[in-house]
């Protein structure tokens, strides 16, 4: 896996504070393990079928499953994953779900207590950039990761620039590593 | 009416009696009381007169920020690192600065359509006097401006009298911009405060420019069946000489269609525009065509069919002259916003002008008045459209094919695109000589053309897609209805109960740039999505073109399906950029004729109402530029939600609704004086929206008024939850929180509605008659 | 003069008398043929009337650009990425995107003079009325608003007739806050013009903002004797109550007074302030207090001496509320530039307010009317006071100490510090007592306390400063000339001959704000080194107090050792940065004085004029400010050179001369139309200096002129040539270039110079009458 | 020697574009030695005696020595340079050298061509970042080397934050790959 860790898109630089880079799966494993409320945000790019978003969905089912991460679907993504069976998703905006991370008072989907861990994929690239900025300056006690296949400085980790086949494989083996399959 | 000071003529007492010595006269104020319309509390206001309106839309929809980065550069203190807790040398912290960032961009707009409309009034006093009068749709339209007079307090009947709202909008543009200034304000609220006067103001500059050009130009006025006019590459006739305006301010492109008109060449030449330019030139002649909106202009010079080009002002590339060299098109700038470096040539003759812009000698002139700019423009154009033979440099396949062979593949271009288009794929395929990839990216292109600077080996990739999707670019040829200005006030009559009320579900306003995320295309379908159920969809600059550029199975597009009249199921173009005052106006319109509320500078009374009670909506679905920042902005202090598209996150600061607090959501009831829960209506003033399909959810949502009849919230809610079935696949989640009792329930979903309540553990709620300001309840509880 | 409209009252003719109907009154414009000066060419220039002008000053002085980053972030296009030859999805290349910021810039500081000016003109003509006559120093002064006068070619009498002037200006603002727009300019020496053109509007808001205050509250009127006021921590009897003003804008600090003399009070409360507002408040009352400049905030503060804040607007720490909470100071935000999210409170009583603020119910206030925030700071800071008990946050040694001994030494303080001060050594020296490095740490220091914000264990590292240096800054003690307003015309006769012709070496301007790279000091070294060498020394701002706070070995400042005229070896202070014009104004009225040139309207000529003759050269040694920028700017159109410190150098443009660029040197020669070449005079008109040795070697021949007579030229060389070799211990290498004949040459120097002459090829060049106008040629050549 | 590139003034952040990290001097020698015009810019710093900025001075004169590198001394530099000896530097202030140096018909010095490597160091940090931005972006055909302690990410080359004894051995290789003493 290739630790090279600039910016997907070019141009949207950050720093001083940047992502870490998860040079192996077993880091993102680790931290969702440890985490005592973590959930998953995924954004309509799921729902597409190219090589670069094809699979989002089924891993965030499977990873529910393996940990009973609570999964937002922004967007119409939601619809997605009714189609492939799974009708635990809760649909919000995008803003509106990380409106509420931000806020340590919010007791989460289920009223249990705030969360403490954030894995997002499936945004576009920027927008998840800028969502990833916000709860990086306004959230307290909330980590925040970014799952998608390209490097995403604002997020407290993400993966770097990966080729489809590392990016699917690095899914594989977080989910392993959470007990599911 | 009031006037603050005296008529002045141009003319210097001097030159025609005698010369007067030290006279004085004292005269205070003129008042015509022929309109009896009392003064409200706040004409002209101050920037701090609306602040605690403003303050308690942001108790109940507070800034989420979004930082673009960790730091701040705007002095030379800095950078200064504003990550973790930190501050920045002058003491601000993160919040006050992304806030500070978005007064910032709220006055580069509201100081770039109040230039314009001084611009355009200055010009067009000069023409045509000061006593000029004003019409914005002749007996129709009794509220001539309604935001100038709910902001201002005044009536405008002449060209001379929107110089004092001029004055008072330019002023507050320069106290907004001074409270950007390091070491001012440093109160994240008090600078989204400001964001909203800043937004106020600039809806007062747009309304005075629109209304100025509509009366003096004879653009349509308030006219339901405005013209059809023709958009398009596939529209310009290329066999003639033709010239391409740009921009955003007429009277250039005006001058050129007036010189054609005196010459009877009108026909002879094609005057084709892009950008809100485009728009008023078909308001003034219907027989120009428009090419398209902003993103359409680098495709189009490159092209090569554009013979002359004419800027002047606003959402211009800034290489247009660049890019016309390289196609030998020579270009006129025409105002004083954009001289590109070019020599100031007004003052030359006109045939100097033309032989050296047709001998190739400069490769542009500036040209600061638009009579001679526009005879220029004809003259030269028919000289250079022979010269040129529409010279193109749009490569051919086997140029592309190279390239795609050449291609190594490094990625920099897919990483400059804003919209992540796969262009190293489509340059594998194009080695094969495919080039549908590149056609199709073209589809989801804002013409930007990043890709070209990022590439390593300076292929023209947009040239690339431009060649790719040609075939299909030159048969586009589609009707926009024109720009229709105003809405009328019987249109007003007619429709404000049914909205107010609830019983037409909606305004969906969609406005502004074309910085789409995926194609052109979802503008039509959300446009038609809410035209087909009946609420009224109002549109304006290049959302308005974008619209256009779909048609049915019939080969119809949605202006001519659906009325262009403020009706339900209506489709209206209002205009330009700055014809989005129209839209604001007819909300504040609905408050004085449906509803006998006073405007006179009363803004904070119809803002409340227009909150509380017209379900309008506003969506920028490409929003890019500053002076999308200032309209929403402005649309935000009268209460109305906007929508932004995915890029619209970069404005860095949304305004949010948390539906699960319930303390944020009670109103007082102006009958009692009791504070009422609602429910979130509208749940945000400011959100994104990641997909066409949110918009349309998300909008039928936001259209939620507490004033809504259980009749009105009965439709509403059964567009909402249909909607939300067809695009989601599910049932909301919320539904609980918008039924006040079980009248409001949609009467085919009871079932399965009261099913839900019961495991929400529900309760009825009174319907208020809702206000957030506590001086309105008529009797206190 | 000219008056564009005519005088309107208050009270409105409808409730003294009648109503009057329909009436129409055109006289067009009121001629006052007292004023005999014809009008020039561009009076109320547009943003393209000076381009010309401006291009030919670029054409010399070419923009160096100097990028803070490699992106584009202004928009949601973006961002972009500007690097290498790439453009932005606007089209924008990097040069471009630069001057726009600086444009920008320059419009931030634009906008915050004239806002501040009609802020004070709107409230002075509420208090005293629109007749109130200007003065601006009485029988002493004929050009009463020199750039007023030169811009808008009109003559400002009363406090009314400024509001045309503000009207143009809040115009120009707006009009070039426009061009900053996406895809607006895209030629960055448009750009650059548009800028000046910012700046020269600064220019006109900031003379109106001083002209209005000298004249309604009695500040010194153009006195060379002005008193000599107390400055510095010491200067502040902390026994007393003490009132803490902050800011620019003086009215509500007056208000302050006001109440204190109308209680006969004055005397019983200690009333202190910092940045300008401190400067115009010892204008109105001479026993007021200055703290300090800008970078004291903070010390001042959390040395808990303040027992109650007031601020205004412009360079105050945004984080104001936040310190004084720390120690229990209550504060008060009296304008509406600044309201730092407190409650409004105008319209409660006083005994509310005072109540409030005593009982610590709130930590401050919002009070935008300057007599009551004035009489509520002094009943609350006399009940305060006791209660605070000067209550300080500054730590004792002890926790210094621990707090060294804890420090991990991860360099965070050092990398945040703009001045690389060596904290994590000083916390080493802590951690075993020594607090002396922390003390030179403190007269480096400006302030900013990012060092605070980016120590992870959360350190107050600044206090640490604060008390390691206390007992200096508490023996601070100093005397400095409050600001005297203009310069009179009978200075500016006597030395308006010698400074155009040389003789006086050259005028030079220290201004603005205190974001200096390496202490205090550097400013009056400067100055004095100046002084005796009888150049004539103009301060303003935090500069001027900078001065101030050296003493000699007799304990005197330089104010008390040089004369305070307008005159060979004098040190004015004229008062805060609001005066900046005053001294724009002393180079115009020497063209207009001396030389009999027109002011009316004539901007051009008089640019052209004082660039090639009079010898003047700013020094913004702690240049930090948006307000700093638009300063500079108007100086730059003027033709004036401006230095700035190392911090300046983030204003991210330089514009350079070259001197090895012969063909760049030419001028004019009004008798005779030759083109003849005059050497790089000025070598610069905007650059920076890296050390004040650099500054003074830099500014002595900055001041060379075109126009300089043999023997004043002879006087310029000698100073350079001495302070080069001085300071650098060198001969300087380029002399030759400004030597145009024999007589240059000063006769000392004689052998030595003729030899390096010969080795550089040298040839006698003629002495022209320089202009860079060809229309100023008498004689075709 | 570390390699961590992280801009000294921690806000003063830069990309995409950021200089390469000299990680050896043997680098920064072998680039002096493939120039064929280079040139040192020397700023005051380096006559400040702390232990930042110590030898300055004397690195630059060895370096000339070695390699007959020209020398600009900005601000007041000058004085020290002719203090220890050495009277063959120019006295320029800093904008002044680097809008020449942009120049690409700027023939120099010594009126011989331009110059196509720029060393400098010891200028104010922010004010050789700008200085160092401007070149970068509008000088062609010209590298620039930042020879301070500090990572100037501006630089097409620079150092990393070095430990001072780390920095003045990278002088002592770079002057003896030179061929000096």
Sequence with gaps: MSAKAESWQTAEIAGPTKANVIVKPEIAAAMIKRAKRPIIVVGYLSTKTDKDTGKMIEYAIRMNKACGIPVVATAHTIKEFVKQGFNDAIQMNAMDIGNRLKDPTWNGLDGKGPYDLALFMGLPFYMEFVILAGLKHFSTNLKTISLDRYFNPHASWSFPNLKVEEWNQSFETIINKLGGN | ?781
Tied chains: 1, 4.
């Design chain 2, 1 to 781: 009416m009031a006037k603050k000071g005296l008529v002045v003529k141009a003319k210097e007492l001097k030159t025609d009696v005698a010369v007067v010595k030290d006279l004085q006269v004292s005269i205070g104020k003129l008042v015509d009381d022929t309109w009896e319309e009392p003064m409200g509390p706040t004409p002209m206001p101050s920037m701090t007169d609306l602040r605690d309106w403003d303050f308690e839309l942001l108790r109940r929809y507070k800034p989420f920020y979004l930082p673009f980065c960790d730091v701040c550069c705007l002095c030379t203190f800095g950078k200064c690192d504003l990550s973790g807790d930190k501050r920045g040398a002058c003491g601000l912290n993160m919040a006050a600065q992304q806030s500070r960032i978005v007064l910032l961009a709220c006055c580069i707009g509201a100081a770039t359509h109040t230039a314009h409309a001084r611009h355009l009034v200055h010009h067009l006093i000069e023409k045509h006097g000061g006593d000029f009068p004003l019409d914005q749709g002749g007996l129709n339209i009794d509220v001539e401006a309604p935001v100038t007079r709910l902001v201002c307090g005044i009536k405008v009947e002449t060209l001379r009298d929107m110089e004092e709202a001029l004055d008072w909008a330019e002023e507050q543009v320069t106290h907004c911009l001074s409270a950007c200034h390091t070491g001012q304000e440093g109160s994240n609220l008090d600078f989204e405060s400001k964001a909203f006067h800043a937004g106020m103001a600039d809806q007062v500059g747009m309304e005075i420019a629109d209304l100025a050009q509509i009366s003096v130009y004879g653009f349509p006025k308030a006219d339901p069946e405005a013209p059809l006019v023709e958009l398009g590459f596939g529209a310009t006739d290329v066999k003639k000489p033709t010239i391409l305006v740009i921009g955003h301010n007429v009277p250039s492109s005006v001058g050129i269609i007036d010189y054609l008109t005196k010459k009877k060449m009108l026909g002879q030449v094609e005057v084709t525009g892009i950008c809100c330019t485009a728009h008023d030139l078909t308001r003034y002649e219907p027989s120009a065509k428009v090419v398209g909106p902003i993103s359409w202009q680098l495709k189009y010079i490159r092209s090569g069919m554009a013979d002359l080009i004419m800027v002047d002002e606003q959402c211009i590339r800034a290489d247009t002259l660049e890019e016309a060299q390289k196609v030998k098109t020579p270009v006129i700038a025409s105002s004083p916003k954009n001289c590109l470096g070019l020599k100031n040539r007004t003052n030359d003759s006109v045939d100097e002008l033309v032989n050296d812009l047709v001998e190739g000698k400069v490769h542009g002139v500036l040209i600061l008045d638009s009579d001679k700019a526009g005879e220029v423009a004809v003259e030269a154009v028919l000289k250079v459209a022979p010269k040129r033979n529409k010279f193109s440099i749009i490569p051919d396949i086997e140029e592309i094919k190279a390239a795609g062979a050449a291609c190594s593949g490094c990625n920099e271009c897919v990483r400059a695109c804003p919209n992540n288009q796969p262009i190293p794929e489509a340059m594998k395929a194009a080695a094969e000589g495919d080039l549908a990839p590149f056609s199709e990216i073209l589809d989801n292109c804002i013409g930007c053309a990043r890709c070209d600077s990022a590439c390593p080996k300076d292929f023209p990739l947009h040239s690339f897609m431009t060649k790719a999707g040609e075939q299909k670019l030159w048969e586009e040829k589609y009707l926009m209805r024109s720009g229709r200005g105003a809405i009328q006030d019987i249109e007003i009559r007619n429709v404000g109960g049914p909205i107010v009320l609830g019983e037409i579900p909606g305004v969906i306003a969609i406005v502004g740039c074309a910085n789409y995320p995926e194609g052109q295309g979802a503008i039509a379908e959300i446009t038609e999505e809410f035209a087909k159920r009946r609420y009224i969809v109002v549109l304006s600059g290049c959302a308005a073109m974008s619209v256009a550029m779909v048609k049915d199975e019939n080969g119809q597009t949605l202006y001519e399906k659906y009325p262009g009249g403020f009706e339900a199921g209506g489709v209206l173009n209002v205009g330009s950029c700055v014809s989005n005052p129209h839209i604001a106006g007819a909300a504040i319109k609905i408050a004085s004729i449906f509803a006998k509320r006073n405007l006179r500078g009363n803004y904070e009374e119809i803002a409340d109402y227009i909150h509380n009670r017209v379900g309008a909506v506003g969506l920028a679905w490409g929003a890019m530029s500053q002076k999308a920042a200032s309209i929403a902005s402005g649309f935000w202090r009268l209460g109305v939600p906007v929508v932004v598209g995915p890029h619209g996150s970069k404005y860095r600061r949304m305004l949010l609704g948390r539906a699960d607090k319930k303390e944020d959501w009670y109103v007082y009831d102006a009958r009692t004086g009791d504070k009422v829960y609602t429910g979130p209506t509208p749940e945000h003033l400011f959100t994104t929206a990641e997909t066409k399909e949110e918009v349309i959810v998300m909008m039928a949502k936001l259209c939620f008024r507490p004033n809504d009849t259980t009749k009105g919230r009965s439709m509403k809610l059964t567009h909402y939850i249909d909607l939300h079935k067809r695009y989601y696949g599910v049932m909301p989640e919320d539904i609980h929180l918008f039924i006040r009792n079980k009248m409001d329930i949609p009467i085919t979903m009871k079932p399965e509605i009261q099913k839900i309540l019961e495991e929400k553990g529900w309760e009825e709620t009174k319907i208020p008659d809702p206000t957030l300001l506590k001086r309105m309840v008529r009797k206190r509880g």
